[in-house]
């Protein structure tokens, strides 16, 4: 038995960070990579949504003060940088992802903690740092959702993805991450995943698992 192989049909799909201005070309805080993601990352929604599977957007929200920043980008903050501002374009989740009749993201439902339901399978949450689980409700939210194993992709690889998955894995969940649908991925850090037990997938693979109602190495 293993206990790290992915459960495609008991999965969520996890997108971090994948908002206007960590993406655009020009946007203020535009990671490298990330706009030439978005089509990986739009066809892995669009096979979620298919799949009827859960999705779920992790984002950031700085508030213009300040308060709940980063102390390594405070600085920058209150200085009058402005950075996925509550409320502003671009804090919203890229064009790309949105489904035609997704809402704009509740600024003020976020910041107090709570699920933004755009679906019954659709969600965001807000995460106040690094790592998706860090003061969040996600791990919650997804045991409800029966799920399992996740699927991670999006913005800036060193950063946000690298900690959320090391703290999905300290919760004992069995991981995919879709290489070719996150910004800033590098070989050592892929190595150190795979050694933690992590599953490197492409996004052509992971579509071809869901289609099928993949559940690998599960007891019959």
């Given amino acids: 038995m293993s206990y790290t192989d992915p459960h495609f049909d008991t999965s969520a799909l996890i997108i971090i960070d994948v908002q206007n201005d ?4 020009g946007a203020p805080a535009q990671i490298e990579g990330t706009l030439a993601i978005l089509p990986a990352v739009a066809s892995l929604v669009d096979a979620y949504r298919e799949a009827h599977l859960p999705v779920a957007y992790v984002v950031r929200l700085y508030r213009p003060d300040g308060s709940n920043v980063d102390m390594c980008r405070r600085a920058a903050i209150e200085s009058g940088m402005q950075v996925v501002a509550p409320g502003s374009a671009g804090s919203q989740i890229a064009d790309a992802l949105r489904s035609p009749q997704m809402p704009d993201l509740d600024y003020q ?24 689980f860090y003061q969040t409700p ?14 991670f992709c999006g913005c800036n ?14 919760r004992d969940y069995r991981i995919v991450l879709a290489m070719d649908a996150v910004s800033r991925v590098y070989e050592q850090g892929l190595c150190e995943l795979e050694a933690i037990g992590v599953q490197l997938m492409e996004v052509a693979d992971i579509r071809s698992a869901l289609a099928a109602g993949e559940s690998t190495n599960r007891k019959p």
């Fill in 22 to 25: 960590f993406t655009l070309d």
């Fill in 109 to 132: 439902l976020l910041l107090r903690g709570e699920v933004q339901n755009f679906t019954e399978r659709e969600v965001a949450v807000f995460k106040p740092r690094w790592g998706a």
């Fill in 157 to 170: 690889f060193p950063n946000c993805p690298r900690t959320s998955i090391y703290e999905a894995s300290e």
């Fill in 138 to 151: 996600l791990h919650e939210c997804l045991a409800g959702l029966g799920v399992d194993t996740l699927t």
